[in-house]
């Protein structure tokens, strides 16, 4: 199952039960309206000074935060990368 975009759960579980407004939320965490909208609406993943935003306004960590947006992008980069095709590096043995 594909790991959720962290915008979706940012808007699921934070600012719909907390009944924040876009503009509420973004002057709160310092960063423009478009720039929370476009994250909300999964066109813009989570920076890592993002992350520390939201850690500090919603009393979680940056990891978390990091580590959702982590899954996602490895998620969704795996069907366009031809591994099979790389091959593994190898020291040669030092006598």
């Given at each position: ?15 719909e ?76 043995k030092?006598?």
């Amino acid at each position: 199952m594909p790991p959720s975009h962290p915008g979706k759960i940012l808007k699921d579980m934070y600012m719909e039960p907390l009944n924040l407004t876009i503009g509420e939320a973004s002057a709160n965490l310092g960063v423009t309206r478009k720039t929370l909208s476009m994250l909300l609406n999964e066109r813009q993943g989570i920076s890592a000074e993002m992350a520390l935003r939201l850690s500090k306004a919603l009393g979680t960590t940056p990891e978390l935060w990091m580590n959702m947006q982590s899954d996602f992008d490895l998620w969704n980069a795996a069907p366009r990368v031809a591994l099979a095709k790389i091959k593994c590096f190898r020291r040669e043995k030092v006598e």
